[in-house]
């Protein structure tokens, strides 16, 4: 197997850790698990998600709206996930989340 194949397991065993603290209301430890996950593979776009609704959920939105951002960039239907989960108004969303998305669907086409 390759290299490749054991650094995405190896972030998806913290991911699932991380979602199991989360569901046992464990969010600061759940955190620390995400930031593991990424540290493994800074790729990984559902640890960075799933890390911005733990932040929000711990009241640090800096870190949250980051975290979402950087999702987004790595996985565009992220940011209307976002929007249907907070119930975020179209306008309101371009300020929380930020407008990337036409300069996302240019760079990768270049």
């Given amino acids: 197997m390759t290299e490749t194949y054991w650094i995405k397991k190896q972030s998806q065993d913290f991911f ?4 199991k603290l ?3 209301g464990k969010t600061d430890e759940a955190v620390v698990c995400y930031q593991e996950s ?3 593979n800074p790729k990984n776009s559902q640890a960075l998600y ?3 609704i733990a932040y929000a959920t711990t009241n640090k939105l800096d870190q ?3 975290c979402w951002r950087r999702a987004i960039w790595l996985e565009p239907r992220f ?3 976002l929007v249907k989960a907070f119930l975020i108004d179209d306008e309101l969303s371009e300020t929380v989340i930020g407008d990337d998305y ?3 669907i240019y760079q990768k086409a270049a």
Avoid: F, T, W
């Fill in 16 to 19: 699932d850790k991380a979602l």
């Fill in 22 to 24: 989360e569901s046992e």
């Fill in 38 to 40: 990424l540290r493994v």
């Fill in 50 to 52: 799933n890390l911005g």
């Fill in 64 to 66: 949250a709206i980051s």
């Fill in 79 to 81: 940011r209307d996930e």
């Fill in 102 to 104: 036409p300069a996302y």
